[in-house]
Protein backbone atom coordinates (compact mmCIF):
# COMPACT_ATOMS: atom_id res chain seq x y z
CA UNK A 1 0.00 0.00 0.00
CA UNK A 2 1.55 3.19 -1.41
CA UNK A 3 0.56 6.72 0.75
CA UNK A 4 0.88 10.03 -0.93
CA UNK A 5 0.23 13.42 0.23
CA UNK A 6 -1.05 16.07 -2.41
CA UNK A 7 -1.73 19.22 -3.20
CA UNK A 8 -5.20 19.40 -1.78
CA UNK A 9 -3.21 17.93 1.83
CA UNK A 10 -5.58 15.22 1.24
CA UNK A 11 -3.26 11.51 2.45
CA UNK A 12 -4.15 9.06 -0.26
CA UNK A 13 -3.33 5.66 -0.17
CA UNK A 14 -3.96 3.65 -3.44
CA UNK A 15 -3.47 -0.28 -3.99
CA UNK A 16 -1.81 -1.29 -6.88
CA UNK A 17 -3.42 -4.64 -7.18
CA UNK A 18 -6.85 -3.29 -8.13
CA UNK A 19 -4.76 -0.39 -11.06
CA UNK A 20 -4.48 -2.67 -13.90
CA UNK A 21 -8.57 -3.30 -13.73
CA UNK A 22 -9.19 0.44 -13.62
CA UNK A 23 -6.70 0.82 -16.48
CA UNK A 24 -8.24 -1.65 -18.92
CA UNK A 25 -11.58 -0.33 -18.56
CA UNK A 26 -10.94 3.73 -18.32
CA UNK A 27 -10.20 5.26 -21.71
CA UNK A 28 -13.15 2.69 -23.61
CA UNK A 29 -15.98 3.09 -20.91
CA UNK A 30 -14.96 7.07 -20.12
CA UNK A 31 -15.50 7.79 -23.94
CA UNK A 32 -19.21 5.87 -24.06
CA UNK A 33 -19.90 7.83 -21.09
CA UNK A 34 -18.77 10.80 -21.80
CA UNK A 35 -20.04 10.93 -25.14
CA UNK A 36 -23.44 9.75 -23.23
CA UNK A 37 -23.96 12.02 -20.33
CA UNK A 38 -21.77 15.23 -21.26
CA UNK A 39 -24.07 18.48 -20.30
CA UNK A 40 -21.20 21.08 -19.78
CA UNK A 41 -21.83 22.36 -16.39
CA UNK A 42 -19.31 25.17 -16.18
CA UNK A 43 -20.88 29.11 -16.70
CA UNK A 44 -19.27 31.23 -19.77
CA UNK A 45 -18.34 33.82 -18.13
CA UNK A 46 -16.95 34.92 -14.77
CA UNK A 47 -19.23 36.89 -12.00
CA UNK A 48 -19.62 37.20 -8.68
CA UNK A 49 -22.38 35.17 -7.20
CA UNK A 50 -24.10 37.35 -4.84
CA UNK A 51 -24.47 35.16 -1.70
CA UNK A 52 -25.48 35.50 1.74
CA UNK A 53 -23.35 37.47 4.21
CA UNK A 54 -22.21 34.15 5.52
CA UNK A 55 -18.68 34.57 6.76
CA UNK A 56 -16.50 31.24 6.07
CA UNK A 57 -13.57 32.48 6.46
CA UNK A 58 -11.99 34.44 8.68
CA UNK A 59 -8.13 35.10 9.29
CA UNK A 60 -6.83 37.80 11.72
CA UNK A 61 -3.22 38.70 12.73
CA UNK A 62 -1.88 35.33 11.27
CA UNK A 63 1.61 35.15 11.80
CA UNK A 64 3.67 32.55 10.80
CA UNK A 65 7.24 31.15 10.45
CA UNK A 66 9.51 28.37 8.60
CA UNK A 67 9.71 25.62 11.17
CA UNK A 68 13.71 24.77 10.05
CA UNK A 69 14.51 28.51 10.75
CA UNK A 70 12.09 30.46 12.56
CA UNK A 71 12.31 32.68 10.22
CA UNK A 72 8.72 35.23 10.59
CA UNK A 73 6.95 35.47 7.03
CA UNK A 74 3.73 36.03 7.48
CA UNK A 75 3.37 39.36 10.31
CA UNK A 76 -0.33 39.67 10.84
CA UNK A 77 -2.31 38.93 7.96
CA UNK A 78 -5.98 39.77 8.37
CA UNK A 79 -8.75 38.74 5.87
CA UNK A 80 -12.38 37.96 5.72
CA UNK A 81 -14.15 36.12 2.87
CA UNK A 82 -17.74 35.33 2.99
CA UNK A 83 -19.98 33.02 1.02
CA UNK A 84 -20.34 33.93 -3.01
CA UNK A 85 -17.27 36.05 -2.71
CA UNK A 86 -14.18 35.54 -4.75
CA UNK A 87 -11.46 37.52 -3.38
CA UNK A 88 -7.88 37.88 -5.48
CA UNK A 89 -4.53 38.11 -3.32
CA UNK A 90 -1.95 40.33 -5.54
CA UNK A 91 1.68 41.45 -4.77
CA UNK A 92 5.50 41.47 -5.42
CA UNK A 93 7.61 38.31 -5.58
CA UNK A 94 8.39 36.77 -2.67
CA UNK A 95 5.83 38.96 -0.30
CA UNK A 96 4.17 35.91 1.08
CA UNK A 97 0.92 35.18 -0.93
CA UNK A 98 2.13 31.36 -1.39
CA UNK A 99 3.15 30.65 1.69
CA UNK A 100 -0.10 32.51 3.45
CA UNK A 101 -2.18 30.01 0.85
CA UNK A 102 0.02 27.08 2.53
CA UNK A 103 -0.35 27.91 6.00
CA UNK A 104 -3.78 27.76 5.45
CA UNK A 105 -4.04 24.47 3.94
CA UNK A 106 -0.97 23.41 6.80
CA UNK A 107 1.85 22.62 4.75
CA UNK A 108 4.07 21.29 7.35
CA UNK A 109 7.18 23.56 6.58
CA UNK A 110 5.14 26.74 8.44
CA UNK A 111 4.74 27.19 12.23
CA UNK A 112 1.56 29.52 12.84
CA UNK A 113 3.21 31.68 15.87
CA UNK A 114 -0.06 34.10 16.07
CA UNK A 115 -3.23 34.79 15.12
CA UNK A 116 -6.19 33.22 14.30
CA UNK A 117 -7.80 31.22 11.66
CA UNK A 118 -11.44 30.64 12.03
CA UNK A 119 -13.33 28.25 8.75
CA UNK A 120 -16.98 27.66 8.67
CA UNK A 121 -16.78 28.14 12.29
CA UNK A 122 -14.01 25.85 13.59
CA UNK A 123 -10.43 26.79 14.19
CA UNK A 124 -8.69 25.85 11.25
CA UNK A 125 -5.38 25.52 13.21
CA UNK A 126 -6.69 22.69 15.37
CA UNK A 127 -7.27 20.26 12.30
CA UNK A 128 -4.72 18.38 10.44
CA UNK A 129 -3.98 18.95 7.08
CA UNK A 130 -5.98 16.49 5.88
CA UNK A 131 -9.14 17.35 8.33
CA UNK A 132 -9.22 20.79 6.43
CA UNK A 133 -9.20 19.17 3.72
CA UNK A 134 -12.20 17.24 4.49
CA UNK A 135 -14.18 20.23 5.90
CA UNK A 136 -14.01 21.68 2.20
CA UNK A 137 -10.66 23.61 1.64
CA UNK A 138 -9.40 23.07 -1.65
CA UNK A 139 -5.61 24.36 -2.79
CA UNK A 140 -4.11 24.55 -6.32
CA UNK A 141 -0.75 24.86 -5.52
CA UNK A 142 1.64 27.18 -7.66
CA UNK A 143 3.77 24.43 -8.78
CA UNK A 144 1.24 21.52 -8.97
CA UNK A 145 3.24 17.98 -7.47
CA UNK A 146 3.46 15.00 -9.12
CA UNK A 147 2.27 11.70 -7.53
CA UNK A 148 3.95 9.06 -8.88
CA UNK A 149 2.20 5.16 -9.22
CA UNK A 150 -1.28 7.12 -8.43
CA UNK A 151 -3.89 7.52 -11.36
CA UNK A 152 -5.82 10.42 -11.88
CA UNK A 153 -8.88 8.54 -11.84
CA UNK A 154 -8.46 6.70 -8.74
CA UNK A 155 -6.60 9.79 -6.56
CA UNK A 156 -9.69 11.82 -7.48
CA UNK A 157 -12.01 8.85 -6.40
CA UNK A 158 -10.03 8.05 -3.53
CA UNK A 159 -10.06 11.88 -2.61
CA UNK A 160 -13.79 12.32 -3.54
CA UNK A 161 -14.67 9.05 -1.43
CA UNK A 162 -12.34 10.15 1.53
CA UNK A 163 -14.36 13.37 2.18
CA UNK A 164 -17.71 11.83 1.44
CA UNK A 165 -17.24 9.40 4.70
CA UNK A 166 -16.17 11.51 6.58
CA UNK A 167 -19.40 13.60 5.66
CA UNK A 168 -21.50 10.37 6.47
CA UNK A 169 -22.43 9.46 2.76
CA UNK A 170 -21.77 6.37 1.12
CA UNK A 171 -19.15 6.11 -1.41
CA UNK A 172 -19.01 6.43 -5.66
CA UNK A 173 -18.68 3.40 -7.20
CA UNK A 174 -16.16 3.56 -9.94
CA UNK A 175 -18.41 3.18 -12.51
CA UNK A 176 -20.28 5.73 -11.19
CA UNK A 177 -17.63 8.16 -11.02
CA UNK A 178 -17.24 8.19 -14.70
CA UNK A 179 -20.31 9.58 -15.24
CA UNK A 180 -19.88 12.01 -12.44
CA UNK A 181 -16.66 13.28 -14.35
CA UNK A 182 -17.73 13.29 -17.94
CA UNK A 183 -19.01 16.56 -17.44
CA UNK A 184 -16.38 18.13 -15.74
CA UNK A 185 -13.60 16.96 -18.14
CA UNK A 186 -15.45 18.43 -20.66
CA UNK A 187 -16.32 21.23 -18.69
CA UNK A 188 -12.08 21.66 -19.12
CA UNK A 189 -11.64 20.38 -22.66
CA UNK A 190 -9.41 17.23 -21.29
CA UNK A 191 -9.04 14.37 -23.06
CA UNK A 192 -10.12 11.42 -21.16
CA UNK A 193 -6.84 10.04 -21.73
CA UNK A 194 -5.57 11.98 -18.66
CA UNK A 195 -7.88 9.68 -15.98
CA UNK A 196 -5.33 6.89 -16.99
CA UNK A 197 -2.12 8.67 -16.32
CA UNK A 198 -0.55 9.17 -13.21
CA UNK A 199 -1.65 12.79 -10.98
CA UNK A 200 0.75 15.36 -12.85
CA UNK A 201 3.38 13.23 -13.96
CA UNK A 202 5.03 13.91 -17.57
CA UNK A 203 1.81 17.17 -17.45
CA UNK A 204 2.63 19.98 -18.91
CA UNK A 205 2.59 23.04 -17.00
CA UNK A 206 -0.95 24.01 -18.78
CA UNK A 207 -2.22 20.25 -18.55
CA UNK A 208 -1.45 20.52 -14.58
CA UNK A 209 -3.27 23.61 -13.68
CA UNK A 210 -6.25 21.96 -15.82
CA UNK A 211 -6.26 18.85 -13.70
CA UNK A 212 -5.74 20.97 -10.80
CA UNK A 213 -9.02 22.35 -11.76
CA UNK A 214 -10.96 18.86 -12.67
CA UNK A 215 -10.15 17.75 -8.57
CA UNK A 216 -11.69 21.31 -7.71
CA UNK A 217 -15.01 20.30 -9.43
CA UNK A 218 -14.95 16.94 -8.06
CA UNK A 219 -14.03 17.57 -4.60
CA UNK A 220 -16.19 20.77 -4.71
CA UNK A 221 -14.44 22.74 -2.53
CA UNK A 222 -16.31 25.22 -0.28
CA UNK A 223 -13.29 27.56 -0.78
CA UNK A 224 -10.72 27.46 -3.26
CA UNK A 225 -7.46 28.98 -3.02
CA UNK A 226 -5.57 29.04 -6.54
CA UNK A 227 -2.12 29.86 -6.39
CA UNK A 228 -1.43 31.15 -10.01
CA UNK A 229 -3.96 28.99 -11.74
CA UNK A 230 -3.25 31.16 -14.81
CA UNK A 231 0.68 31.05 -14.70
CA UNK A 232 2.07 28.95 -18.01
CA UNK A 233 -1.78 29.09 -19.74
CA UNK A 234 -2.27 29.43 -23.45
CA UNK A 235 -5.24 31.98 -23.87
CA UNK A 236 -7.66 29.30 -24.75
CA UNK A 237 -6.62 27.38 -21.53
CA UNK A 238 -7.30 30.39 -19.50
CA UNK A 239 -10.63 30.81 -20.81
CA UNK A 240 -11.36 26.88 -20.44
CA UNK A 241 -9.73 27.16 -16.76
CA UNK A 242 -11.45 30.50 -15.82
CA UNK A 243 -15.21 29.50 -17.47
CA UNK A 244 -14.70 26.16 -14.85
CA UNK A 245 -13.76 28.01 -12.01
CA UNK A 246 -16.83 30.35 -12.72
CA UNK A 247 -19.02 27.59 -13.33
CA UNK A 248 -18.07 26.05 -9.66
CA UNK A 249 -19.03 29.21 -8.03
CA UNK A 250 -21.93 29.26 -6.09
CA UNK A 251 -23.88 31.34 -3.37
CA UNK A 252 -22.69 29.45 -0.13
CA UNK A 253 -18.97 28.45 -1.73
CA UNK A 254 -16.19 31.03 -2.18
CA UNK A 255 -12.58 31.73 -4.24
CA UNK A 256 -9.46 32.68 -2.93
CA UNK A 257 -7.17 33.62 -6.15
CA UNK A 258 -3.39 34.56 -5.96
CA UNK A 259 -2.54 36.21 -9.43
CA UNK A 260 0.09 38.67 -10.75
CA UNK A 261 -2.15 39.37 -13.72
CA UNK A 262 -5.52 41.55 -14.39
CA UNK A 263 -6.09 38.77 -17.23
CA UNK A 264 -7.47 36.45 -15.17
CA UNK A 265 -9.20 39.17 -13.05
CA UNK A 266 -11.19 39.96 -16.16
CA UNK A 267 -12.71 36.86 -16.60
CA UNK A 268 -13.37 35.15 -13.21
CA UNK A 269 -14.42 38.80 -11.60
CA UNK A 270 -12.96 39.54 -7.72
CA UNK A 271 -15.37 41.21 -5.12
CA UNK A 272 -12.08 42.28 -3.74
CA UNK A 273 -8.56 42.99 -4.27
CA UNK A 274 -5.96 42.64 -1.91
CA UNK A 275 -2.09 43.91 -2.39
CA UNK A 276 0.21 41.63 -0.12
CA UNK A 277 3.24 43.22 1.35
CA UNK A 278 6.34 42.47 3.51
CA UNK A 279 3.94 38.88 4.60
CA UNK A 280 0.53 40.81 5.47
CA UNK A 281 -2.56 42.69 3.52
CA UNK A 282 -1.29 46.43 2.74
CA UNK A 283 -4.56 47.16 0.91
CA UNK A 284 -7.71 46.48 -0.38
CA UNK A 285 -10.00 47.44 -3.18
CA UNK A 286 -12.17 46.27 -6.15
CA UNK A 287 -11.02 45.30 -9.15
CA UNK A 288 -10.09 48.93 -9.59
CA UNK A 289 -6.83 48.22 -7.74
CA UNK A 290 -5.78 45.65 -10.16
CA UNK A 291 -6.26 47.69 -13.10
CA UNK A 292 -4.26 50.52 -11.29
CA UNK A 293 -1.73 47.79 -10.80
CA UNK A 294 -1.57 47.10 -14.54
CA UNK A 295 -1.47 50.47 -15.28
CA UNK A 296 0.97 51.73 -13.40
CA UNK A 297 2.98 48.86 -11.57
CA UNK A 298 3.24 49.24 -7.36
CA UNK A 299 4.63 52.19 -7.60
CA UNK A 300 0.92 53.84 -8.58
CA UNK A 301 -0.49 52.20 -5.38
CA UNK A 302 -0.27 54.87 -2.91
CA UNK A 303 0.67 52.61 0.48
CA UNK A 304 2.87 50.32 -0.86
N1 LIG B 1 10.11 27.05 3.37
C1 LIG B 1 10.72 28.22 3.25
N2 LIG B 1 12.00 28.38 3.70
C2 LIG B 1 12.64 29.57 3.58
N3 LIG B 1 12.11 30.65 3.01
C3 LIG B 1 10.85 30.56 2.54
C4 LIG B 1 10.10 29.34 2.63
N4 LIG B 1 8.89 29.54 2.07
C5 LIG B 1 8.88 30.81 1.63
N5 LIG B 1 10.05 31.42 1.91
C6 LIG B 1 10.42 32.81 1.57
O1 LIG B 1 9.34 33.64 1.96
C7 LIG B 1 9.16 34.69 1.03
C8 LIG B 1 7.74 34.67 0.52
O2 LIG B 1 7.59 33.57 -0.35
P1 LIG B 1 6.24 33.25 -1.12
O3 LIG B 1 6.46 32.01 -1.89
O4 LIG B 1 5.14 33.27 -0.15
O5 LIG B 1 6.12 34.52 -2.07
P2 LIG B 1 5.01 34.87 -3.17
O6 LIG B 1 4.38 36.16 -2.75
O7 LIG B 1 4.12 33.72 -3.38
O8 LIG B 1 5.93 35.15 -4.45
P3 LIG B 1 5.69 34.82 -6.02
O9 LIG B 1 4.82 35.94 -6.52
O10 LIG B 1 7.06 34.89 -6.59
O11 LIG B 1 5.07 33.47 -6.14
C9 LIG B 1 10.21 34.48 -0.06
O12 LIG B 1 11.30 35.32 0.22
C10 LIG B 1 10.58 33.03 0.10
O13 LIG B 1 11.90 32.76 -0.32
MG1 LIG C 1 3.86 32.40 -4.96
Known sequence: MAGATISSS????????????????????????TRATLTIDSGASGGVVSGSEKVLLEVKGLKAVVKESGKELLHGVDLTVREGEVHAIMGKNGSGKSTFSK???????????????????????EKEPEERSHAGLFMSFQSPIEIPGVSN???????LNARREKNGLKPIEPLEFY??????????????????????EGFSGGEKKRNEILQLAVLEADLAILDEVDSGLDVDALQ???????????????????????RLLELIHPSFVHIMEGGKIVKTGDSSLAKQLDEGGYKAISSV
Open 10 to 33: LTVSSSPSIRPTYRVWTRSRLRNF
Open 103 to 125: VLVGHPDYEVTGGSVIFKGEDLL
Open 153 to 159: FEFMLMA
Open 179 to 200: GYLGPKLAALKMDPVFLDRNVN
Open 240 to 262: DVSSAVSGLLKPNNAVLMITHYQ
